[in-house]
């Protein structure tokens, strides 16, 4: 099995301007099966041809059996785009979108409690199963390979990284999934690291982090309480200043919780192995397994 995803996984698509339409044909060439677009003004349109589009999430979901949906529409529209789709029940919901505010992410953290939906994101690369050939969001699929490694990241560059590093070493991946790097988001490292520890084929776990808040310390809480696998991790940012906000908006140093040292301290008490740098999280996984 996979996390999230599956072989009966339906998606659909919210945003289809120049990026999202790019991303779009991707996914469908990389074997994501795309059932419907969804555009306010599009409807009774067809996406390649092909892919028809609907008015509203509700309508696609009822007209194609969409259960999965992915957004691209700009930040001002983005938190009513989310909750279009968590009140369609789709199983999984992926964010691309940067720069929403922090008070919409406040009413969508609180208004998709006990529903039905896992938010991926905002401001994320998505998710991708190279088993199945099916990936929502922006993660290339020409550098992965099927496997038994889990990657979980608040950062997307470095989560290609670890990617092409773990194919490069002969090595596959099982699930691979952004998390985000905003101050408030979806899905947690917590969140993913359950999954991954219940998949069966799921052998070893990387956890990317980064500077700022205290998400790795809960991860490393709850690797020292609950996981077997191997986790292997590397912290980015150890040599930001305080203060400075260092690309992501949750990127920045406010407190000694938030500095890189702190974080590997934690992860390492957990028993997670240390890549002290991300060019070495692929030489470190086979110096493990």
């Known amino acids: 099995m996979t996390i999230l995803l599956d072989k009966n996984t339906k998606v659909l ?16 060439e990389y074997g994501t ?38 957004i691209y529409v700009p930040a ?31 009413m969508i953290k609180n208004y998709i409690k006990n529903k039905k939906t896992k938010l991926i994101g905002p ?23 099927p496997g038994n490694i889990g990657i979980v990241s608040r950062s997307g560059t470095l989560t290609y990284e670890a990617i092409a590093q773990i194919s490069e070493i002969g090595m596959g991946q099982s699930s691979c999934v952004g998390i985000g790097g905003d101050p408030i988001h979806g899905l ?4 993913v690291l359950k999954m991954f ?50 690309g992501h908006a949750g990127a920045v140093i406010n407190g000694k919780m938030g500095l890189a040292s702190e974080k590997i301290l934690a992860l390492k008490k957990a028993g997670a192995y240390h890549a002290e740098d991300p060019s070495k999280i692929g030489e470190t996984i086979k110096q493990i397994l």
């Open 76 to 106: 001002p529209f983005a938190m009513d785009a989310i909750i279009e789709q968590i009140d369609a029940d789709l199983d999984v919901c992926v964010c691309i979108t940067e720069g929403i505010p922090i008070h919409d992410m406040m």
């Open 188 to 191: 947690s490292y917590v969140d």
């Open 33 to 70: 099966s795309v059932v419907s677009c969804v555009h306010p003004n599009r409807k009774d349109k067809f996406f390649q041809e092909k892919i028809p589009f609907f008015g509203s999430v509700k309508e696609a979901v009822e007209k194609t059996g969409a259960n999965a949906g992915v």
């Open 13 to 28: 698509i919210q945003g289809l301007g120049r990026d999202g339409s790019f991303q779009a044909i991707k996914s469908i």
């Open 197 to 246: 520890e219940e998949d069966s084929e799921t052998k070893a776990i990387v956890l990317i982090g980064e500077i700022g808040g205290t998400k790795e310390q809960s991860a490393a809480e709850y690797i020292s309480n609950n996981v077997d696998k191997p986790v292997i991790f590397t912290i980015a940012g150890s040599t930001a200043p305080l203060g400075k906000r260092m």
């Open 123 to 145: 401001n994320c690369p998505g998710i991708i199963s190279p088993k199945l050939n099916l990936k929502m969001g922006i993660i290339p699929g020409n550098i992965c390979n």
